[in-house]
């Protein structure tokens, strides 16, 4: 029940956010994708050291 | 990608906290090929691949409503299949291995020496996959950020226990 209840809240809060907040870039802000071309491309391009290893 | 990065800091921080799921689909976007690139570079049969997403606690999957690791997986899979013709949908094993308790979110903990204690033994191999099943197979464990490495780390323990060898796990990371 109290499961349940927590489910709700948070469908009604991702709904809230679709239909008051929609797509801006969580970076710079630009309307559109979440993360707009820009940022993208930039993120892509700083590469750490590893992306995979043996574990 | 470098988590030293503050685009990608924030863009993981909205996906993991703000409820903005279409994040994964941009990630997946900047690093489909690295991950393609693996999987041909150590030339692993597709039929022999497992990947697994690192699974979160029952109660956090309760509060997000979804695994940011298996969107991502599953984003890296769909941009795979556009983009190079590869499907690795079958590959995709959401339920292998199971967080048995929740830990307190790692963001709030520093030292690798708590890292590891707050994670240890925290993964069970679902047991309806059986150790034959998991023999000869090759492994990539999938997670959005690793800055100690303990989460790949106890993972691997937990496979090595079902009959899985230790060169043929690896983990990916999103960001590092």
């Known amino acids: ?55 | 990608m470098s988590y030293k990065n503050p685009k990608l800091k924030t863009a993981l921080f909205f996906l993991k906290y703000h409820y903005t799921k279409s994040i994964s689909k941009y990630l997946a976007k900047a690093c489909y090929q690295e991950f393609y690139d693996f999987i041909k570079k150590k030339n692993i049969n597709p039929e022999n691949l497992i990947i697994i997403p690192i699974p979160i606690s029952k109660k956090r999957l309760i509060e997000r409503n979804y695994n940011q690791s298996e969107l991502l997986a599953k984003e890296i899979i769909q941009e795979i299949k556009e983009n190079l013709n590869l499907d690795l949908e079958n590959s995709l094993y959401i339920d292998l291995l199971l967080k048995n308790r929740n830990t307190i979110k790692f963001a709030n903990t520093h030292s690798h020496t708590e890292r590891e204690n707050l994670i240890k033994e925290a993964f069970n191999v679902n047991p309806k996959y059986n150790k034959d099943f998991l023999e000869n197979k090759i492994i990539i464990i999938l997670d959005d950020i690793t800055t100690t490495g303990s989460t790949f780390y106890e993972a691997r323990n937990t496979l090595l226990k079902n009959n899985i060898k230790k060169e043929n796990i690896y983990g990916f990371s999103i960001a590092h």
Do not use: T
Request: glycine residues 2%.
């Open chain 1, 1 to 55: 029940m109290k499961n349940n209840l927590i489910i709700f809240k948070n469908k009604i809060k991702n709904l809230f956010l679709e239909i008051f907040f929609p797509e801006a870039c969580v970076i710079c802000s630009e309307s559109g994708n979440s993360i707009c071309e820009k940022c993208l491309l930039d993120i892509k391009n700083q590469k750490s050291e590893e992306n995979y290893k043996s574990i």
